[in-house]
């Protein structure tokens, strides 16, 4: 038996925070106004900053607000948690499914490369179904990684993009005067 583990005298039990109740857990008073929030993707990570949530048409960070009066409080990997006028909750959605699809010529031709490198490589010949299993199990296996790297990289690309915008449309403040000083200079 595994003895409780214990805790300083005089201190109160740690107590994980309640989450918030699904959008359908709401009255319907919390939820008259309430503008249309359609989630189509999500970008989970242990990173904050990097978490991204593709509602109503548009890529969001968590602490954006996804509507007028809605605000972004979190984004897990199945759900995503919202405050829309102090009222907090959730919205659940599915986590897509990994799957890689080949087109059949592109699988033909995996494949194909597959029973060449064995032959040229390892002087082996592998026929045709065994290379396709060993293809399915490298697109099961290792495509999420693969498929991961790239979110990341792409992600990165975006926040550099993102941080470089303001660069590119920035226009200086208060130039009114200064802009009708050099015309009136220039006549």
Partial sequence: MVPPARRARGSA?????????????????????????????AVASDNPAQRLLLVNGQVLPQGAMAAPEVVIEEIRARSATFNFRGTRFRVGFEEPAMAIELSKQARADAIASIERWFREERDEKIGNIAAGALLGFFLEELGPVVFNQAVAQVQERLQMRIMELDIEVHEDEFQYWRRRERAARGR
Avoid: V
């Avoid at 939820?31 to 189509?40: A, D, F, H, S, V």
């Fill in 13 to 41: 039990p740690r107590q994980q925070p309640c989450p918030a109740p699904l959008l359908s857990e709401l009255p319907e008073s919390a939820k008259r106004g309430l503008p249309t929030l359609t989630i189509t993707g």
